[in-house]
């Protein structure tokens, strides 16, 4: 685990180039040295489920502490856009559907900012800030909606959202806040919020990436599938086919995650808007449902020209 988490760490800073050179296989940023208005997009979707107890602590660490290490050009501009996206949190005053939501929108990391994020991620509950379930197809089709400035599916209607005038209090379903949530306040005060409003109805995308390139990393605890319910697979699928994405399943071997469409999504995602999508496995599991969750993360990779990292 360890070795997973250097990876992440190194991965997250978007490693100056002595950095990328000492992480196998990272080649996501080698010689990058982009003008402030040509700079990558990197959304961090991070696996909030129960799956996440075991490695929080050491995990939201390298995290952090990653964050707080991202260059800066010699004016003190930034030189990568990072937002982080999580499973949706379900009960009132939330809504109940499963899937993604924008906690922390993709902006520009000066030193500032990169600040706010970092406390942001220090100061995550493993308990307050755990969703109830993941659907890892349903949440990828959010990344394209906030991406592409979509309407958003499972993505509005949630406390912790990045939406204009957010604040959380006591009053908003969860009493008594948490340090995380201050946190998320002073994010919530910065311009370029994901959502207008509680219930916003179209997402503001990201600025452009220009040639620099939109990059998803996808921090995995453990299984998170699509249900067979009406809101799960047969959703995700259907949200890909209306977005003209090719629907065909890919094979995996094993099969244990075959209808989870989220590499199909990764497909869809590379294919129509060049997004890369690089998948960590913390911890992956060699019994049960473990093999084919670590297929479905490969293929995810595989088919997005991105890398898994074991």
Same mark, same amino acid.
């Given at each position: 685990?360890?070795?997973?988490?250097?990876?992440?760490?190194?991965?997250?800073?978007?490693?100056?180039?002595?950095?990328?050179?000492?992480?196998?296989?990272?080649?996501?940023?080698? %010689?990058?040295?982009?003008?402030?208005?040509?700079?990558?997009?990197?959304?961090?979707?991070?696996?909030?489920?129960?799956?996440?107890?075991?490695?929080?602590?050491?995990?939201?660490?390298?995290?952090?502490?990653?964050?707080?290490?991202?260059?800066?050009?010699?004016?003190?501009?930034?030189?990568?856009?990072? #937002?982080?996206?999580?499973?949706?949190?379900?009960?009132?005053?939330?809504?109940?559907?499963? #899937?993604?939501?924008?906690?922390?929108?993709?902006?520009?990391?000066?030193?500032?900012?990169?600040?706010?994020?970092?406390?942001?991620?220090?100061?995550?509950?493993? &308990?307050?800030?755990?969703?109830?379930?993941?659907?890892?197809?349903?949440?990828?089709?959010?990344?394209?909606?906030?991406?592409? %400035?979509?309407?958003?599916?499972?993505?509005?209607?949630?406390?912790?959202?990045?939406?204009?005038?957010?604040?959380?209090?006591?009053?908003?379903?969860?009493?008594?806040?948490?340090?995380?949530?201050?946190?998320?306040?002073?994010?919530?005060?910065?311009?370029?919020?994901?959502?207008?409003?509680?219930?916003?109805?179209?997402?503001?995308?990201?600025?452009?990436?220009?040639?620099?390139?939109?990059?998803?990393?996808?921090?995995?605890?453990?299984?998170?599938?699509?249900?067979?319910?009406?809101? #799960?697979?047969?959703?995700?699928?259907?949200?890909?086919?209306?977005?003209?994405?090719?629907?065909?399943?890919?094979?995996?071997?094993?099969?244990?995650?075959?209808?989870?469409?989220?590499?199909?999504?990764?497909?869809?995602?590379?294919?129509?808007? %060049?997004?890369?999508?690089?998948?960590?496995?913390?911890?992956?599991?060699?019994?049960?449902? %473990?093999?084919?969750?670590?297929?479905?993360?490969?293929?995810?990779?595989?088919?997005? &020209?991105?890398?898994?990292?074991?």
């Amino acid at each position: 685990m360890r070795k997973n988490l250097f990876k992440l760490c190194v991965s997250l800073a978007l490693a100056l180039p002595m950095a990328v050179t000492q992480a196998e296989d990272i080649d996501l940023f080698t %010689g990058n040295n982009p003008s402030s208005t040509d700079i990558p997009n990197v959304l961090f979707v991070v696996d909030n489920t129960a799956n996440w107890n075991s490695p929080f602590t050491a995990e939201m660490g390298a995290l952090a502490s990653a964050f707080s290490a991202l260059p800066v050009d010699a004016s003190g501009a930034a030189k990568f856009r990072v #937002g982080v996206m999580m499973f949706s949190q379900t009960g009132s005053p939330n809504a109940n559907s499963q #899937g993604g939501y924008v906690r922390a929108a993709i902006r520009s990391m000066d030193k500032a900012t990169q600040a706010k994020y970092g406390a942001l991620i220090s100061n995550l509950n493993s &308990n307050n800030d755990k969703a109830q379930g993941g659907e890892a197809g349903v949440t990828m089709a959010e990344v394209y909606r906030y991406l592409s %400035g979509g309407a958003p599916v499972t993505g509005t209607s949630r406390v912790r959202a990045d939406y204009t005038g957010n604040s959380i209090s006591s009053g908003t379903g969860k009493n008594p806040i948490t340090a995380g949530d201050t946190a998320s306040n002073a994010i919530y005060a910065l311009p370029g919020n994901a959502l207008s409003t509680f219930a916003g109805t179209q997402y503001t995308a990201p600025a452009s990436s220009g040639c620099a390139g939109t990059f998803v990393i996808y921090i995995s605890n453990g299984p998170a599938q699509d249900s067979n319910g009406a809101n #799960g697979s047969p959703l995700a699928n259907s949200l890909l086919q209306a977005a003209g994405g090719d629907t065909t399943p890919i094979v995996l071997n094993p099969s244990g995650s075959q209808d989870t469409v989220a590499d199909e999504w990764s497909r869809f995602l590379y294919k129509n808007m %060049g997004v890369r999508v690089f998948t960590l496995d913390v911890l992956p599991g060699t019994t049960g449902q %473990g093999p084919g969750w670590s297929a479905l993360l490969q293929s995810m990779a595989n088919v997005s &020209n991105g890398t898994y990292f074991p």
